[in-house]
């Protein structure tokens, strides 16, 4: 089976830098047990807000503790993704 040109392969074995969003607000603070990611949080009129979690994980078991941490505090995961880091 061949993949598609407009996919890419992802390496599991190396760090790479994500973009996890979330429904809710989580405080700054938590940067540093969640991977030292950057937060952000956003609103948008009455819709609920959305916390943005950026920046490199060194593994995938990395990825999945940080997972597992949003999961464990009632965090609706919305999108995980992975970006190219800017040059």
């Not at 030292?36 to 009455?46: D, N, P, V």
């Not at 593994?59 to 993704?81: C, F, M, R």
């Amino acid at each position: 089976m061949t993949t598609p040109d407009k996919f890419k392969d992802i390496e599991f074995g190396g760090p790479a830098v994500y973009r996890i969003v979330v429904q809710g607000t989580l405080r700054p603070d938590w940067s540093d047990r969640l991977a030292g990611l950057a937060i952000t949080t956003t609103s948008q009129g009455e819709r609920a807000p959305h916390t943005e979690l950026v920046g490199t994980i060194r593994d995938q078991a990395e990825l999945s503790g940080v997972l597992d941490s949003l999961y464990g505090l009632h965090l609706p995961i919305l999108k995980v993704d992975q970006v190219e880091e800017e040059t």
